[in-house]
């Protein structure tokens, strides 16, 4: 009787997990919707024809007082949101820690950014700074959403699932994302048949973005549940600097661990290119070649699922060849694709779609295999900690290359010098990676060398 009694509980236990990781997937499948449609498709050439709108006789508008050029605004914001979301990404990690109610917080970000994503609604005009700081808030709320997201898969998954379920909640953001901009697709190319202008057909597209946020977000919320931690039990305790004071005990513990903080550094570097080429390409793709939006939808349908077949590619190729080298290859592979980025003609969609297929080939290996090398480098029962700290260098620390793709455009008034200044993320990136040694790293971590590395 008793066997019989573990052994269903067992099952019912197995079963509110599965139903709770059901959930969990569909939070994926809410807030991707507003980094392919929005943050990568329509926000940036929109936002930046409104503030041309707004500009003066010389092409520059003035937020707070400040001469901007209008077609270095939206990387401006994009890189105050990256610098807000420092900011806040730990104080609300800290927070969830202390209180044991992540659920809340999540609510809360996301529907701050999908609040502030279903008002670009009202993005008309000369709105431009109610465009930026729309931007502002919707990019931090993701930011803080997605840490919080994220905690939840050691709680909800064993160790032997967490791959696959990790993967699962992926591929539900790519779906979303494809069957959303195919779409926003149809109502841009066929706005006339709708009845609308081009211009509200990209301001229904931005706002049902959010929307799409909002009403997905219920079926986490409603599954997902909280669990108290040592923590949360504790109390609260040392208030809301605990999240900085976490975050500087871990860097303090990773000097210990030279090689693993020096990989961390590469990565800080070439990502930070990787997730500017992201939030920039279709400002170049508009702005410099002349690019409608219809044909720059199709060129990130293509990424994302080129993406998915480059990562599974060049995950077969590093059981071969070792991660390090296959990441080494991808950031070659980045800089040969954005010097062609350079020298693409004006109006020419076929090659914007050859740059697409480029980058989405080495998008999602790039990313992927960074992270399954980072997780060797990681001292044992240091996972979470460390992991944090690779959230920050992931979602918190890329201001860097839109800053400098904004200035380099500033100061020339040239988006193909823009782009092509981005190389030097790439370049630097290759060089500090090449320069740690993989498999001292990770017997200094304390893991086992594997053959391949």
Known sequence: MGTDTVRERAADGAAERRREQRGW?????????????VLTVFLGPYLTSVAKAA???????????????????????????????????????????????????????????????????????????????????????????????NSYLPQIASPEERDAVSSRGWAFGYAAGSLVLVA????????????????????????????????????PLKRLRDRRTADSLAGPQGGPGRGWRQLAATVRDMRRQPLTLAFLLAYLVYNDGIQTVISQASVYGSEELGLDQSTLIVAVLLVQLLAVAGALGMGRLARTYGAK?????????WTLTLAAGYFLPAGAPGWFFALAAGIGLVL????????????????????????????????????????????????????RDAIISLVAFFVLGFVLLARVPVRRAVHDAGNPVPPRI
């Open 25 to 37: 997937y569909f939070y994926d499948w809410a807030c991707s919707v507003y980094s392919t449609s």
């Open 55 to 149: 500009a003066d006789a010389d092409g520059f508008v003035h937020p707070l007082g400040i001469p901007v050029r209008a077609g270095s605004f939206f990387a401006y914001s994009v890189s105050a949101s990256v610098l807000l979301s420092i900011v806040v990404m730990p104080l609300a990690g800290a927070a969830a820690d202390r209180s044991g109610r992540k659920k809340p917080l999540l609510a809360l970000s996301a529907y701050l950014g999908a609040a502030a994503t279903a008002g670009m609604f009202f993005l008309d005009g000369d709105r431009y700074l109610l465009g930026g700081l729309l931007l502002i808030v919707a990019n931090a709320s993701l930011a803080v959403s997605m840490v919080l997201y």
């Open 184 to 219: 926003n697709l149809v109502l841009y190319s066929a706005h006339d048949s709708f009845g609308v202008s081009e211009a509200t057909a990209v301001r229904i597209c931005l706002a049902s973005a959010g929307v799409w946020w909002g009403v997905f977000t219920l079926v």
């Open 325 to 333: 080298r296959i990441i080494l290859g991808s950031l070659v592979a």
């Open 364 to 415: 999602g290996g790039s990313q992927a295999l960074s992270r399954s090398l980072f997780s060797h480098l990681v001292p044992p029962g240091k996972e979470a900690e460390y992991f944090s700290a690779y959230e920050m260098s992931d979602r918190g620390m890329s201001w860097l290359g839109p800053l400098l793709f904004g200035v380099t455009y500033q100061l020339t008034g040239s988006y």
